[in-house]
């Protein structure tokens, strides 16, 4: 029997190639036939290795599911961005590799974010979803998210409602 050994760790620069592997497989497995193929290669194309090593030394905060050959998966955080919202915590993203989703360790990486923020100080705390993801809203009502919001944005040209969740 082996022992696996999961690690919820703030990303370091090292962490670039495998956040940008976890972006491109998650968004293509989340958002393919929901956000347009020309703006969503655009996205890919600027979340490279690159992009991912100056965001990793940036101030808000970053964390990777490690499983021990590197990360699998991510998450950021912080302050809410949006003062309309009743809620003084966001997370921005998270996403998992489709092969590590649906397993548990989304859950696990969500609720590690949720510790920090509220050692923070941040114990109400918002997410934004695209409506279309089904897969997404449901793994947040099922975390005990309510929806508060629901708004209209282009995307690519193309009008994509998104549904926000807070938790308390």
């Known amino acids: 029997m082996s022992d696996l050994l999961v690690s919820i760790r703030h ?3 090292e962490d670039a190639q495998a956040l940008s592997r976890v972006f491109d497989a ?3 497995e989340a958002y393919l036939g929901i956000i347009p193929g020309v703006t969503l290669d655009k996205m890919f194309s600027r979340r490279s290795a690159r992009w991912w090593s100056s965001t990793v030394s940036r101030g808000r905060p970053l964390v990777v599911l490690d499983l021990g050959q590197g990360a699998v998966g ?9 003062r309309s919202l009743p809620a003084n915590g966001e997370i921005d993203e998270l996403y998992l590799l489709p092969e590590y989703q649906g397993v548990g360790f ?3 990486l969500f609720n590690a974010v949720r510790n920090d923020l509220k050692a923070r100080e941040m114990d109400r705390i918002v ?3 695209l409506e279309d993801n089904e897969r997404a809203c449901a793994f947040y009502a099922g975390m ?5 919001s629901r708004v209209e944005e282009r995307i690519g040209g193309t009008p994509l409602a998104k ?3 807070l938790f308390r």
């Open 11 to 13: 990303a370091k620069p």
């Open 26 to 28: 998650a968004w293509r």
């Open 74 to 82: 991510y998450a950021s955080y912080g302050r809410c961005r949006d």
């Open 106 to 108: 989304g859950r696990r």
């Open 127 to 129: 997410v934004w979803a």
């Open 144 to 148: 005990g998210g309510r929806t508060i």
């Open 163 to 165: 549904v926000a969740y």
